[in-house]
Every structure is written in structure tokens, then in C-alpha cells.
């Protein structure tokens, strides 16, 4: 078992920033890749950013790119998205997420776009942009 438990979110004017967090506990994080999503009220829950268990490689949604971060500390077992020059199209529940077994090879788990092969979520955290 994983439990993830999520912190920050809130409200911020258009071309503000956040900073969200994801504390991992229950397995050894430093072989998880780890992902972010986010779902808009009426959408589906869609692909935001993602890591490599080292925090080496990262991956975005176009979307994003260039305004979002995602990084990690392993030490604290939590990883982050900073999220600069906010959108009010940003505005979700941003969630994150830990890629189940199907992602498994060699002793780590890669990290993908599909929410369908995220095994453990966050509880969402409320991000709501005003333009």
C-alpha cells in the first residue's frame, strides 16, 4: 500500500504561482516514478507532469510546459509541482499519483501520461485561478 496526502492549492490571481506537495509514505518512493493530473469540473481527469524516480527525467503536458515544475526530494519522500504564471484554465482538482505494476520493469516504475496505470492518488487538492 501507498498513501499519498497532498498540501498547498488554493486561490491565486491569473499569473500567480503555487506550489503543491505529495507526501508518499507505505513503500520505498525512490523506486516510484510519480505523476501529477489534474480534472476540471465536467472533464476528464487528464495528464499534467510526471518523474522518474530520481527526478532526473521529466515529463509535461503541452499544456504547461515551461510554466509548470515537477521535482522531488527522496529524502522527505515527497514530490512537487510548482505551477508559475497560472491560467485560469488551470483551475481543477490536482491530484498525484503513483503508476501501478503495469509500469513495473527492473526494480522501478516508469512514469506515464495515462491515468488508467496510476495505482495510488492523492486525495486532490482545489486549484481555482481568477482572471
Known amino acids: 500500500q501507498v498513501q499519498l496526502v497532498q498540501s498547498g492549492g488554493g486561490l491565486v490571481q491569473a499569473g500567480g504561482s503555487l506550489r503543491l506537495s505529495c507526501a508518499a509514505s507505505g513503500r520505498t518512493f525512490a523506486r516510484y516514478a510519480m505523476g501529477w493530473f489534474r480534472q476540471a469540473p465536467g472533464k476528464e481527469r487528464e495528464f499534467v507532469a510526471a518523474?522518474?524516480?530520481?527526478?532526473?527525467?521529466?515529463y509535461y503536458a503541452d499544456s504547461v510546459k515551461g510554466r509548470f515544475t515537477i521535482s522531488r526530494d527522496n529524502t522527505k519522500n515527497t514530490v512537487y509541482l510548482q505551477m508559475n504564471s497560472l491560467k485560469p484554465e488551470d483551475t481543477a482538482v490536482y491530484y498525484c499519483?503513483?503508476?501501478?505494476?503495469?509500469?513495473?520493469?527492473?526494480?522501478?516504475?516508469?512514469?506515464?501520461?495515462?491515468?488508467?496505470?496510476?495505482?495510488?492518488w492523492g486525495q486532490g487538492t482545489q486549484v481555482t485561478v481568477s482572471s
Open positions: 499519483a503513483v503508476p501501478g505494476f503495469r509500469t513495473y520493469y527492473s526494480g522501478r516504475y516508469y512514469p506515464v501520461s495515462s491515468a488508467n496505470e496510476y495505482e495510488y
Open positions: 518523474n522518474t524516480w530520481s527526478g532526473e527525467d521529466t
